[in-house]
């Protein structure tokens, strides 16, 4: 019986004297032979009126470290745990011990925004028996226990606890001390910021688009330096009328040739705001914004890949266009003098129409495209002046 246990005991122990030089990218706190002394203390209750203090000093030990390439997240293991329950109304005393397998979940090296909160976070779970030896109930008893660990240090972890053990269950606070090295964890190497910056841009693109190509062209050459426009696009369908507002303005014309752009989008839900660095025929080099969360954001648009997503720069007198009149046309913004235009593309059914003014930054008064389906009109409602650089 002797030579029995100390073998257990060596088959337990054995591994806590094992290193491994192993990197993950993904890991835990756990290496393979780690321990952890510890206890548990919980308020229980049972079906039968019953309430206890429940008390479980344990020692476990990790014996198995699953590897999938260079991710060890998951770690197995066992626990012995005893049980010291402590009437506080009804019942009587009791005590017990038992012997528990263990799962263990980590979230070192995950690298995303945010990541290092849970670097420490340690999720675990415990299924096994019970015996019990002060009762007056069934003295064999399935136990299962569950929580959360946060590592203070690499040795100290406090955590919360659900546990369960015969007819007692309940939720408490835990204490452990783990002994044994930590695995070096290298990380995944994801450039998780630089998605969501590249998330940022497209967000951009899309509402630049939205807000200066508009009527199929760019804003022209005539705005003076401060000055800008702000333009409501509504699209008319079956679903009723839907709009947002979109405002530009010129913010600096550089030495270099370079300019910098304001554009705002706004509609009922939201209100966005970017600068953004261009060269002297519109292509988006540089877009600022200030990010909820991560604050001031400087976004290169000018490598292969982000130019290859910008649209060629065009006016209208790109376009095949027949001016048809001078019109006075009068929107939110005041009465204009227009030139009319009209384009048919020859492939679809919509028809866009044009009324430009030079006396208007950007030249455009009004647009509208019209199909069987749909209307979008695009109306000037305001010609702004003195804009400054905010995020510079």
Known sequence: MKKTVLLLLVVLIAPALTLSAQEYAWGSMFSRGNMMIGGDASL???????????LYPSAEVILFKPVWGDLG??????????????????????????????????????????????EKVDVYAELGLGFDLITSGDRLVATVNSGVNYFFSDTLAVGLNYSDWGDFAGAGLSVSLKLGPKPVVKGLGVDFRGMAAQAHLLQFYALFYAAHYAGGFYPGDNYPVGTGTIHRVSVTDND???????????LDRKADGTLLWSLKYSDDEESIYYEYLTTADYMVLTVYYDAPEEGLLVLDAANAQNRAAQEEYKTWKDYSTEEMRRETVR????SFQTSRYTYDDGESDVEFIWWLSPDVPGEMVLYTATDPEEEVRCELIKITKGNRAKLQ
């Open 44 to 54: 229980e209750f049972n079906g039968y009126g019953s309430t206890q203090l429940a």
């Open 73 to 118: 997240f998951l770690d197995f293991g066992a626990t012995v745990k005893g049980r010291f329950g402590l009437p506080l109304g009804g019942g009587d005393l009791s005590a017990g011990v038992g012997v528990l397998g263990t799962m263990h979940f980590g979230f070192r090296g995950l690298d995303f925004p945010g990541s290092e909160y849970l």
């Open 331 to 334: 929107v939110e913004a005041g």
């Open 240 to 250: 009723g009328v839907s709009s947002y507002l979109a405002e530009r303005a010129l």
